[in-house]
């Protein structure tokens, strides 16, 4: 298994302004993965963290929104960039190195 | 288009019976099915899964049966406890490779209740 940690837990931020998660893997991962969670909604992948390349994007999300790092096997970073109050979620990232993927605490954003 | 689904949003059951929550698939193209309990401010975390080439798979009080035919999957917990009252999702992957590797795709969740 995978212990993950993401730092902000929570924040409030005012419109148009932009907020990088941290997410950090206690052991090499060959997977990380964002994902979003709207109040009362399901999870939603956002994007698959690539190590050392770009990373893959899913239908409805584009980098200018929401960028993301991978500069190793136990880090990624995500960007919520020039927010809107529809931004307002839970973004959760993932990891693993076979088939289950196991889930940070989430990061709970509330755009203003 | 919702590729897995989880038709009961809630389920309420007694301590000590059993709790069956259930969640249908579309895409034939899954082949490794999870599900995770969450609790309010906590991430999903990890419960117990099944492979495609499987029918059965049992941890402890938790047992996840798969019928490839119905694309219907089931989640037993038995016996229940006030404990295991969360959200629970089912959860799907496609490892055959091409751009779905490794992805998951969620059902809705159903909330379980265990009344002590």
């Known amino acids: 298994s995978a212990v993950i940690s993401q730092k902000p837990s929570r924040d409030i931020c005012q419109r148009g302004t932009s907020l990088t998660i941290q997410c950090q893997v206690d052991s090499q991962v060959t997977m990380m993965f964002w994902y979003r969670q709207q109040p009362g909604q399901s999870l939603t992948l956002i994007a698959t963290a690539n190590q050392g390349s770009e990373a893959t994007y899913e239908s409805g999300f584009v980098i200018d929104k929401f960028p993301i790092s991978r500069p190793n096997l136990t880090f990624s970073t995500l960007t919520v960039s020039n927010m809107s109050p529809e931004d307002s979620s839970i973004y959760l990232c993932s990891g693993g190195g076979g088939e289950t993927q196991y889930f940070g605490p989430g990061t709970r954003l509330l755009v203003l | 288009d919702q590729q897995v689904k989880q038709n009961s949003p809630s389920l309420s059951v007694q301590e000590g019976r059993i709790s069956i929550l259930n969640c249908d698939y579309t895409n034939s193209m899954f082949d490794y099915f999870l599900w995770y309990k969450k609790y309010p401010a906590e991430g999903p975390t990890f419960l117990i899964s099944?492979?495609?080439i499987k029918d059965k798979n049992e941890d402890g009080r938790f047992t996840v049966f798969l019928n490839k035919s119905a694309k219907h999957l089931s989640l037993h917990i038995v016996p229940s406890q006030p404990g295991d009252s969360a959200v629970y999702f089912c959860?799907?992957?496609?490892w055959g490779g091409g751009t779905s590797y490794g992805k998951l795709t969620f059902g809705q969740g159903t909330i379980l209740t265990v009344h002590p």
């Open positions: 099944i492979s495609s």
């Open positions: 959860a799907a992957s496609a």
